[in-house]
C-alpha cells in the first residue's frame, strides 16, 4: 500500500447502482471525491462518505424508471398536482 494514502479505497466497489471508477483528486467536504458510474451509464462525482453511508445509490434513474413511463418530457416541473376532473353528480 502506497504510503500516504488516505487509507479508503472504494476502488471498483458497488454502491447501489454506481460503480466506483476512478479516484479524483478533489476533495467534497474533506473526503476523496470519487467518479462512479451509474449502472445506466451516467458519471457523477461522489463523495466517499455519501457512498460508505448509502447516501447515494444511483443517479436517480432508479426513482426516474418507474416515473418515466408517465412523465414522458416533463423536466425540472415539481408540480405533479394535477386536480382530479371531478365528476359533477
Ligand atoms: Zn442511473
Do not use: A, E, F, Y
Given at each position: 500500500m502506497p504510503v500516504g494514502h488516505p487509507g479508503i479505497d472504494l476502488m471498483c466497489q458497488k454502491f447501489g447502482r454506481w460503480r466506483v471508477v476512478q479516484e479524483l483528486s478533489t476533495r467534497i467536504h474533506g473526503q476523496i471525491a470519487w467518479l462512479c458510474k451509474c449502472d445506466c451509464g451516467e458519471e457523477r462525482t461522489i463523495g466517499s462518505g455519501n457512498l460508505r453511508r448509502g447516501?447515494?445509490?444511483?443517479?436517480g434513474c432508479y426513482r426516474c424508471d418507474a416515473a418515466r413511463k408517465q412523465m414522458t418530457?416533463?423536466?425540472?416541473?415539481?408540480?405533479?398536482?394535477?386536480?382530479m376532473a371531478r365528476t359533477p353528480t
Open positions: 447516501l447515494t445509490k444511483s443517479c418530457g416533463v423536466t425540472g416541473d415539481r408540480h405533479q398536482d394535477i386536480p
